[in-house]
Every structure is written in structure tokens, then in C-alpha cells.
T-cell receptor, first 113, second 114 residues
């Protein structure tokens, strides 16, 4: 199974950029890298995903290393609403791991006003 | 557009009972996956269904089972409940199971076993 490693926790101040790292050294060539976040008492919500190139959307940016063994989620200006647990994981495209996801422990992001 | 709906949201059972949880995916989504979330173990994959077929299963005992109907709605069942089954059970739907497909999660069903 694919394994991910993330820091247990990170802190940021409001309005500052946040860089959340993720190591996914066992990633396969066709795996997409997904990032989700979970607020208290809610299910995880989609943030961003990508395959090889860096990706941007209205929520965040995703920087993917050239060897794809790591990625970084970038929140350009953290707000209090960004305080959540952030999960990254490779999403397998097929084979015996079809549809099977292995979540890491996630990173608890604290944002200070 | 309606999101993923899970019912019931909260339930309390006693050891030895069984429970059935329901998940209605986003319209048009054919893949439904289930997860167990506990403080100690985090998010763990239970199983994934696509077009009424279970395509993958996590490392859970046979007491945990599921199915998917022709309208893509899914149910999971836990028999002979144990205290350790107390958890938040999440389901997620996506168009298909490929890596490019985004998952949409429901709010979860919180099960307490006494």
C-alpha cells in the first residue's frame, strides 16, 4: 500500500503563507496526488490534486517534486477558516489497489489571529 | 447539487447488536467508498464499490460488510458490535475510481457502542 508521511502539526499566523509538506515516496507512475482537509465534526473536503505539474485553484496551490516523491500544499494567505487537519495521499488509478486509499495521520494546522 | 448524504448521523448501539449505515452518493457518481475514523487509528479504508461490485477491501474482519445498489446508493453493515467499533464512519463518492477523480465525502455517521 502507498504510504504517506506528514508532520503532525504546523502553526501559522493569519494572512501569512503556509507550506504543508507531504512525503509519498512509494508513489506509482499513474497515481494522482490528492489533498483534503477535515474540519471538526465534518467529513474531509477536497482541496486540490495533481499528477506531475504544479496546480493552482481558488483554494490553494500544489507543488509537486520532479521525482513525485513529495509534494507541498501552499495556502497563500492563511485564514482562521483554514485551521483543519490536512491529509495527502496518492490515489491509485488501477490494479490491485483500485479505489483503495491509505491515509496518513494528517497535519493539524493551527492558525493564530 | 446535493452532496453525499449519510444516515443516520448519530446512533447508539450495545455490544452484540448489528448496525446498518446508508450512503447516498452525488447523482451520477458510480464509485462509493467507506472509511472508519477513530482517534487512535485515524482514517482507515473499509471498502470500495463501483457499479454494484466490491472492488477492494481494507483490513477489517468479516463482521464489516457492504453493498451497492443499482442506483449507486450504498450500505454498510457491522454485525456483532464490539466496543472498538465506536467510530465515525465516512463514505465518499466519485465519478469513478481512477486517480484523477475527486472524492466527495459525507458528514459521517457517528456510532457509539455501549
Amino acid at each position: 500500500d502507498a504510504k504517506t508521511t506528514q508532520p503532525n502539526s504546523m502553526e501559522s499566523n493569519e494572512e501569512e503563507p503556509v507550506h504543508l509538506p507531504c512525503n509519498h515516496s512509494t508513489i506509482s507512475g499513474t497515481d494522482y496526488i490528492h489533498w483534503y482537509r477535515q474540519l471538526p465534526s465534518q467529513g474531509p473536503e477536497y482541496v486540490i490534486h495533481g499528477l506531475t505539474s504544479n496546480v493552482n485553484n481558488r483554494m490553494a496551490s500544489l507543488a509537486i517534486a520532479e521525482d513525485r516523491k513529495s509534494s507541498t500544499l501552499i495556502l497563500h494567505r492563511a485564514t482562521l477558516r483554514d485551521a483543519a487537519v490536512y491529509y495527502c495521499f496518492p490515489r491509485r488509478a488501477g490494479g490491485t489497489s483500485y479505489g483503495k486509499l491509505t491515509f496518513g495521520q494528517g497535519t493539524i494546522l493551527t492558525v493564530h489571529p | 447539487k446535493a452532496g453525499v448524504t449519510q444516515t443516520p448521523r448519530y446512533l447508539i448501539k450495545t455490544r452484540g447488536q448489528q448496525v446498518t449505515l446508508s450512503c447516498s452518493p452525488i447523482s451520477g457518481h458510480r464509485s462509493v467508498s467507506w472509511y472508519q475514523q477513530t482517534p487512535g487509528q485515524g482514517l482507515q479504508f473499509l471498502f470500495e464499490y463501483f457499479s454494484e461490485t466490491q472492488r477492494n477491501k481494507g483490513n477489517f474482519p468479516g463482521r464489516f460488510s457492504g453493498r451497492q445498489f443499482s442506483n449507486s446508493r450504498s450500505e454498510m453493515n457491522v454485525s456483532t458490535l464490539e466496543l472498538g467499533d465506536s467510530a465515525l464512519y465516512l463514505c465518499a463518492s466519485s465519478l469513478a475510481s481512477s486517480g484523477a477523480n475527486v472524492l466527495t465525502f459525507g458528514a459521517g455517521s457517528r456510532l457509539t457502542v455501549l
